[in-house]
Structure formats: structure tokens, C-alpha cells
């Protein structure tokens, strides 16, 4: 169960949100609103990215007693954006996956799961700034799910993907614990179980 209480952020004098609670025993759910309420600075605000009032809990356990590390480790932030990255997504893995192995984590093969959504063992290779939209948004993705995270915070996730990519990265969400940006309503109504509508 992924919850939280009071959550709040700012940027300078402006409140983006303010007291926003959510419970979500199980399954993903869709966060909605206008453009600059806040949706993904929500997400953030959940990975412990950025600072905030509230407090978060995973499985009955307090962020603040786990430590953000540990934290992050469990609960993973997907950006609509690629990170800017120099190297190849292999390189990006084994960072990666050096930091899951020091926290005790089990992890999977990313480079396996992106065979499943059709991205090409090559695309591994190459440096990031040379891979389309959609390679590397389907790299980024395989990362993060092959640490096996907890709960998974996603936005935009499938935004740079071909129908069939898109289908395909869905049958590999669905079911999984954690919160949901999307502007495409038939992707939110297939992959949610609860809203939570920002204003």
C-alpha cells in the first residue's frame, strides 16, 4: 500500500498543491488535472525528490524511517523526459544496478523487457543522444522496472511510443502499485483502478 498524507509544494510564493491525500492499496492511480496543477511535481514530491509538507508510507512503513535512499530504491520516479544521459543504456544499467545490489535488492534483466516492447539488444549500445524519442523512453522504462521497485511513479510513460510499444508496455504495467500521469483518457481509464483529480 503506497499512501499519502497532507502533501504539499511550493515553488517560491506559489502553492502548487496543498493538503493532497491518497491511499492506494493496490494497482495504479490516475493522476488528472489541468495543465500546471501540479501532476508532476506530485510525482516528485512522492519519490522524495523535491521538498514538501506530508508525510509517505510503503507497506506500513514511514519514508522518514526508511531514509530516501532506501526510499527511492522502493518507490521509482519515471520522467516523461529521458534524463540527459552522455553514455549507453547499458552503462546507465550497470549504475544502476550497482545501487540496487548495495541496498539488497533483487533486480531483473532490463535489456530481456525491452526485447518484450520491441526495442532492439543494439539500442544498449549506443550512446542515449543518438537513440529516437522512443528508444530511449522504452531504455529509461526497463531500467526502472528491472529493480523491481515497489511502487512505480509515472509520467507520460508510453508519450514517444508507437501503438503497438504503447500495448505492449501496458501489459507490463498493469497491475503495479503506484501513481499514474497520462494526457491519454483511454490510457488511464485501461491501466487505473482510482483518480485523483488535481485542480
Do not use: C
Request: glycine share 12%.
Amino acid at each position: 500500500m503506497l499512501v499519502g498524507q497532507s502533501l504539499g509544494r511550493s515553488v517560491g510564493e506559489r502553492a502548487l498543491f496543498e493538503n493532497v491525500s491518497f491511499e492506494i492499496p493496490a494497482g495504479l492511480m490516475w493522476v488528472r488535472g489541468p495543465s500546471g496543477s501540479g501532476k508532476t511535481e506530485l510525482l516528485k514530491r512522492v519519490a522524495g525528490l523535491v521538498p514538501g509538507p506530508g508525510i509517505l508510507s510503503l507497506h506500513g512503513s514511514l519514508a522518514s524511517s526508511l531514509g530516501m535512499p532506501n526510499w527511492r530504491s522502493r518507490v521509482v520516479y519515471v520522467p516523461q523526459q529521458t534524463p540527459r544521459w552522455a553514455g549507453s543504456g547499458a552503462e546507465a544499467w550497470s549504475r544502476v544496478r550497482e545501487f540496487t545490489a548495495q541496498r539488497g535488492r533483487p533486480f531483473d534483466d532490463p535489456v530481456a523487457l525491452g526485447e518484450s516492447w520491441n526495442l532492439p539488444r543494439g539500442a544498449w549500445d549506443r550512446p542515449m543522444s543518438r537513440l529516437s524519442g522512443g528508444e530511449a523512453q522504452r531504455v529509461w522504462l526497463a531500467i526502472s522496472l528491472a529493480t523491481r521497485p515497489d511502487a512505480v511513479l509515472l509520467d507520460e510513460p508510453t508519450s514517444a511510443l508507437d501503438p503497438e510499444a504503447v500495448a505492449a508496455v501496458e501489459s507490463e504495467l498493469t497491475g503495479r502499485l503506484g501513481l499514474l500521469v497520462t494526457h491519454s483518457a483511454d490510457q488511464g481509464a485501461r491501466l487505473s483502478t482510482a483518480e485523483l483529480v488535481l485542480t
